[in-house]
């Protein structure tokens, strides 16, 4: 599911936008602050809708942090007499804008816009030295390159397009196997998980890629 972060100190406003995301079926965590608008970012929300003003610091900043962390969309929300801020923050990664106050519709729209941009334009995805080539269906570590069979590439390229996010067995049963019309037992899964293991992690005993969360599936990343 797609996570949406809306940081915004207006509390209505954000409330407001809060509940018209849920209703397109978006998950929505919500932030009033620079503080929070840094730490959803670690949760890797698939986008993030970011008020320019806010009481402990400007959405710049919290731009610059998110964009560090990695490469998630941001959509910023201004006032009309903040309008010219907004070159500096294109300078800082930001994605669109849009003036408050506007009609909801068109931030919607926006953010549908932003999402298939970002996605299509993604071929590769980075994590730390783990380098997967999602046209080329390459994966290589601190430039080396690893040998994966289909089904490895196709679980870790989920695993990765998803990242930050809790996976369960079924879920990547039914998104790498049964979609391809392969009916396999569930132990399938973990097996495969193994063995991507044991190819792409430095440690397979303290894994940094493919995290198990106990009782609930798998994560790529932290
Ligand atoms: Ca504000």
Request: net charge neutral; aromatic share 8%; charged share 30%.
């Amino acid at each position: 599911m797609t996570k949406i972060a809306v940081i915004e100190d207006d509390k209505l406003y954000n409330e407001a936008l809060c509940i018209s995301l849920k209703k397109e079926g978006y998950t929505v965590e919500s932030g009033f602050s620079a503080d929070d608008g840094k730490s959803i970012a670690a949760s890797y929300p698939d986008l993030v809708i970011l008020d320019l003003g806010l009481p402990d610091g400007t959405g710049i900043d919290v731009c610059r942090y998110i964009k560090g962390i990695s490469d998630i969309p941001v959509i910023f929300l201004t006032a009309r007499d903040e309008e010219a801020d907004m070159i500096r923050a294109y300078d800082n990664g930001c994605d669109d804008y849009v003036v408050k106050p506007f009609p909801i519709r068109v931030l919607k729209k926006k953010v549908e816009a932003v999402l298939k941009r970002h996605s299509s334009g993604k071929s590769a995805i980075l994590y730390k030295d783990l380098l997967i080539d999602c046209e080329k269906r390459t994966v290589s570590y601190k430039r080396r390159e690893i040998r994966l069979s289909a089904r490895e590439f196709e679980l870790l390229e989920f695993l990765a397009k998803n990242k930050g996010q809790i996976l369960s067995k079924e879920t990547l049963l039914r998104e790498v196997w049964d979609s391809k019309g392969m009916f396999v037992e569930e132990n399938t899964v973990n097996v495969t998980i193994n063995r991507l293991r044991k190819k792409i992690e430095p440690d397979v005993s303290n894994p940094m890629f493919i995290n198990n969360i106990f009782g609930m599936g798998y994560k790529f990343g932290e």
